[in-house]
């Protein structure tokens, strides 16, 4: 059984910076893509960035592109996710995801799914 929990999460001003992560535990993610969400209140879950996780690539939602950094720590079995430049609409529950089968921009392609940790940036 697959565990992901989220950490890092707060309340920080515009402008400012957070750096998320999730640990992975309970199995091996070597071929797989793990993935960062967020959910605001009364919107949809967006896509916010995923990273290979053997071979390192990136992706990045539009709107965070040149703000965020995910990387990964294979050894930790931990990927973080660096925000920069923060703006209060960036205020939302980010939750990470593992266990690719379909589009990594789908969360409906993901299979496992940690708690989810809070960001609240004030403006």
């Known amino acids: 059984q697959a565990q992901l929990v989220e950490s890092g999460g707060g309340l920080v001003q515009a402008g400012g910076s957070l750096r998320l992560s999730c640990a992975a535990s309970?199995?091996?993610?070597?071929?797989?893509?793990m993935g960062w969400f967020r959910q605001a209140p009364g919107k949809e879950r967006e896509f916010v960035a995923g990273i290979n996780w053997s071979i390192g690539t990136t992706y990045y939602g539009d709107s965070v592109k040149g703000r965020f950094t995910i990387s990964r720590d294979n050894a930790k079995n931990t990927v973080y996710l660096q925000m920069n430049s923060l703006k209060s609409e960036d205020t939302a529950v980010y939750t990470c995801?593992?266990?690719?089968?379909?589009?990594?921009?789908?969360?409906?392609?993901?299979?496992?799914w940690g708690q989810g940790t809070q960001v609240t940036v004030s403006s």
């Open positions: 309970g199995r091996t993610f070597s071929r797989s893509v």
């Open positions: 995801a593992a266990d690719l089968d379909g589009s990594i921009f789908r969360s409906s392609s993901y299979r496992y």
